[in-house]
């Protein structure tokens, strides 16, 4: 078992929700990403998706296709990203989940990536254009070295396929809650939780529910219903706001602790 | 060499190793519908009939094979025939595919169709469609293509299509299929996604070649009409490549006719600055297929360069990437100057203005033809006219002289 299905495990007794931040590795430099990283493993964050940066990062909205391109003009790359998991793991036990595009891999070398990401310390990758049909030579190189393959369900998901692709995920079921592109919203999407429940039916293992959740407000509502809950693009868009201020990471930190808060109260 | 062209793509949209789907998930089930819907429609002799109806009565096929006499002296080679494209509706093959996709949009009942566009001429056809069907349409464009592509972007707003501007990455084709993918993710239930290209996820590759191949199954019986035989050498001009898979589909089983297809050269292959995919490009994932990409070593997608907006993309379709492996076709590429000096060569001889895309194909026939004898036949895929491209050209031509 990995971080990540021990930290679930730990959260299930604790009859807590996790709580997932995502940030995109580089943005403004690896060493700020190194900082940050810490700063949320210290805030309470339950799991970290590290974004790998893309030059064309399609499911992406503005605020995380910006990132990826400060990232990337700061010179991060797939290699630099895993030395960092590496020497991150000096430090932190925080189950961390890499986020990316295929091509970065497929150059890379699906074996090569999966060895290596093995041996720096990462526990899951969620291939954001990789379904499982395209997918079984990762798949099973990941299952030889123990990683977590983590795929997304839609609400475009239908039935027939929730059972495929629970069948080869591993850690947890990535539910994104609207159609469309990453991005912070105002309100919520209809029919989360009825579209979580059906997922249940095809699987035991925990359901995080991502895109467009923004405010502390938003976490309340999902942690009604779903295992954990994912935030990027508030806390990726904040990241960029805050590129010049020597403060960067603990005003990033204290917006995570808000959004962690409603989580907490009462345990 | 022969290959069996009427079995591919397999039932994942694979091509060999090339094509596929990878795309995320919320798309998954989106492709589904479209494969479903064209397989069905596929079967049904109504659908094409109809396609046939609107192809001859709006589009004006068949589209003429010209013998090009005065070329053919000039080149003192092959005699060399032009499929004429550039006298389709909207002035290029594009509208093959885009009369194609909006019969199967009706099909689907869909309601909004979205589409992107490199030179404007895939943007002008499927706004061309949309308003003869009166849906609602937004076209996707990167600036830089916007400013070098002006007067196509006037004719779509002219046809009541709302052309938005791509400003992320390289600000042409490659962004502004990011963003209309992102669009069609967004907006799953009443939008059809009017695909410019052999390329992208499958069943599209599939769909798009065949609405194209009408091409080549006119120019094969034109040819045999005219001359007895068929052709030696087909020439076309490679961007995603759908005017090339349009002309070559038809003769794959034709062992004796060579293919070639003219990638864009831009500045040169040594300057880095190209569109030459199978020269410098190796395996990637684009775009939802698995193709020949343009590409840094970490895996991020380059930028390229082409005076013709149309060739300026960094993968090349997945079909082409398999016909190449078979050794069935071969790649070449022609640089900006070339493509040039043949966009002027063709208006001066023949009065025929071609498309800078065009203008690679032409460009290679000249470097061809010195090779060839007299007896043999060429067939040029005129893809497209180039009314849209002589203020870039004329631009380009002062700067050069």
Do not use: E, V
């Given at each position: 078992m990995t971080r990540i299905g021990r930290r679930f495990e730990d959260l299930r007794k604790a009859g807590r929700t996790g709580f997932v931040a995502y940030i995109t590795a580089g943005d403004p430099d690896l060493n700020t990403t190194h900082q940050v990283v810490l700063e949320l493993d210290r805030r309470g964050v339950d799991v970290l998706e590290l974004g790998v940066p893309f030059s064309d990062p399609l499911a992406d909205g503005p605020v995380i296709q910006e990132a990826s391109q400060r990232a990337l003009a700061a010179g991060a790359t797939l290699e630099g990203v895993l030395s960092m998991v590496a020497e991150l793991r000096v430090e932190t036990e925080i189950p961390i989940v890499l986020f990316t595009y295929y091509n970065p891999i497929h150059r890379y070398g699906v074996a090569c990536f999966v060895k290596r990401a093995a041996d720096v310390g990462v526990d899951g990758v969620l291939m954001l254009d990789l379904p499982p049909e395209e997918g079984g030579d990762y798949k099973a190189q990941m299952d030889e070295h123990g990683l977590d393959t983590i795929f997304l369900m839609t609400p475009t998901t239908r039935d027939d396929r929730m059972g495929l692709i629970a069948s080869h995920t591993r850690g947890f079921v990535y539910y994104v809650s609207r159609t469309g592109v990453t991005g912070e919203r105002d309100s919520l999407a209809d029919e989360i939780q009825s579209k979580v429940s059906a997922i249940c039916q095809y699987t035991d293992m925990p359901i995080a529910v991502g895109f467009g959740i923004s405010t502390p407000e938003h976490v309340s509502e999902i942690a009604r219903y779903a295992d954990a809950v994912v935030v990027g693009s508030a806390i990726v868009r904040r990241v960029g706001e805050y590129q010049n201020d020597v403060d960067l990471v603990s005003k990033v930190g204290a917006f995570v602790g808000s959004l962690i808060g409603p989580l907490r109260e009462g345990v | 060499m022969a290959v069996n062209a009427s079995d591919l793509p397999d039932a994942r949209g694979h091509f060999g190793p090339y094509g596929g789907q990878y795309v995320p998930e919320t798309l998954m089930a989106l492709l589904e519908d479209l494969e479903a819907a064209y397989r069905e429609a596929k079967r049904d002799p109504e659908f094409w009939a109809e396609l046939d109806r609107y192809l001859c009565e709006y589009v004006g096929r068949p589209t003429p094979l010209y013998f090009a006499e005065r070329l053919t002296e000039e080149l003192g080679g092959p005699k060399i025939y032009l499929k004429r494209e550039d006298l389709a509706h909207t002035g290029a093959h594009k509208i093959n595919h885009a009369m194609g996709q909006i019969l199967l949009a009706n099909r689907m009942g869909k309601t909004r169709i979205i589409a992107e566009t490199g030179a404007g001429q895939h943007g002008v056809a499927t706004a061309t469609v949309a308003a003869m069907f009166g849906l609602k349409c937004e076209i996707y464009m990167g600036v830089e293509d916007m400013e070098r592509q002006a007067l196509n972007v006037f004719r779509m707003r002219l046809l009541g299509a709302k052309v938005t501007g791509v400003h992320s990455g390289s600000k042409t084709l490659k962004d502004a299929i990011n963003e209309a993918i992102r669009d069609w993710v967004t907006n799953v239930e009443d939008t059809f996604y009017i695909f410019g290209s052999v390329l992208g996820p499958h069943p599209y590759p599939m769909i798009v070649r065949d609405f194209q191949r009408v091409i080549g199954v006119e120019t094969r019986a034109q040819i045999l009409e005219r001359e007895g035989r068929l052709p030696d050498v087909l020439v076309a001009c490679v961007g995603g490549g759908s005017n090339s898979i349009g002309l070559f589909h038809a003769f794959l089983d034709d062992a004796d006719v060579q293919m070639i297809g003219v990638e864009a050269g831009g500045h040169g292959i040594e300057s880095g600055e190209h569109a030459a995919r199978f020269n410098g490009g190796d395996l990637g994932v684009l775009h939802g297929a698995r193709i020949y990409v343009l590409q840094d070593d970490d895996g991020q997608i380059a930028l390229t360069h082409s005076v013709s907006a149309g060739l300026d993309y960094s993968g090349v379709g997945p079909e082409h990437c398999y016909l190449r492996d078979m050794a069935r076709t071969t790649y070449t590429y022609a640089t900006d100057e070339e493509a040039l000096s043949a966009f002027e060569l063709l208006s001066h001889t023949e009065g025929i203005i071609p498309a800078l895309e065009s203008s690679h194909a032409i460009a290679h026939v000249c470097k061809l033809a010195p090779e060839m004898s007299r007896e043999q036949i060429v067939v040029v895929?005129?893809?497209?006219?180039?009314d849209k491209d002589v203020q870039q050209a004329a631009r380009f031509m002062e700067g050069v002289r």
């Open positions: - | 895929n005129l893809s497209g006219r180039g």
